[in-house]
């Protein structure tokens, strides 16, 4: 069974102080990892898919990182808007397209 | 505007009414999805579509009902819910081939249903 554990559950940030979050994946043959954002009373936004482990991705001050077994999200010099739960999710190579996502990581990030 | 909308976005109901979810997408795909979203539980994956063909049903029990009439359009058809339905239900879309390529999911902003 594909099993994705983020942690921490929670994380609160000064603005300008950088971190990442993990997301931990068991999964046999991976097809894609995905991070999404999800703001209050509002459905997911796409932002990253990462395909084989080395991956690199950037977008503002968001670099998702993949190795066989985690993924980071590191979050530079972050700003309050980007407090947001951030959600991540695998894809199995033979399960079509069944995402699992694992319970999210809630940002917040203070002025 | 993600591209997916949903309506209603609000939702209240008692246990023996019978009410519809109406999700509509825009971006050409060819796959989409409901999933359920409860406090302090992570997404869970409920119907999957594919060229309007039911693809997945991860388990649903039959009180829930969906019902795709084409690509761009999903429903999902609500009767005797119970008290612990209560969520956020979203619908997503995907280019989605049946070999699971193209997985990028694309979410729309959800109906908050409460069961009273």
């Known amino acids: 069974e594909d099993q994705v554990t983020q942690s921490p559950e929670a994380l609160r940030l000064q603005e300008g102080e950088s971190s990442s979050l993990n997301c931990s994946y068991t999964?046999?043959?991976?097809?894609?990892l995905f991070w999404y954002r999800q703001d209050p009373g509002k459905g997911p936004e796409f932002l990253f898919t990462?395909?084989?482990a080395g991956e690199e991705k950037e977008k503002e001050r968001l670099k998702a990182t993949l190795t066989k077994k985690e993924s980071f999200l590191h979050i530079t010099a972050p700003k309050p808007e980007d407090s947001a739960t951030y959600l991540c999710?695998?894809?199995?190579?033979?399960?079509?397209?069944?995402?699992?996502f694992g319970g999210g990581t809630r940002l917040m990030v203070k002025p | 505007e993600t591209g997916v909308t949903q309506t209603p976005r609000h939702l209240v109901m008692g246990m023996t009414n019978k009410k519809s979810l109406k999700c509509e997408q825009h971006?050409?795909?060819?796959?989409m999805y409901w999933y359920k979203q409860s406090a302090k539980k992570p997404l869970e994956l409920m119907f999957v579509?594919?060229?309007?063909?039911?693809?997945e049903n991860n388990s649903v029990p039959s009180r829930f009902s969906p019902e795709c009439p084409n690509s761009s359009h999903l429903f999902l058809h609500l009767h005797t819910l119970q008290p612990e339905d209560s969520a956020l239900y979203l619908c997503?879309?995907?280019?989605?081939?049946?070999?699971?390529?193209?997985?990028?999911?694309?979410f729309g902003p959800g109906t908050r249903l409460t069961v009273l």
């Open positions: 999964v046999s043959g991976l097809r894609g």
């Open positions: 971006l050409g795909h060819n796959a």
């Open positions: 579509y594919n060229f309007k063909e039911q693809t």
């Open positions: 999710a695998v894809q199995r190579s033979n399960a079509g397209n069944m995402l699992t």
């Open positions: 997503a879309s995907s280019q989605g081939g049946l070999a699971g390529e193209y997985n990028e999911q694309f």
């Open positions: 990462l395909y084989s």
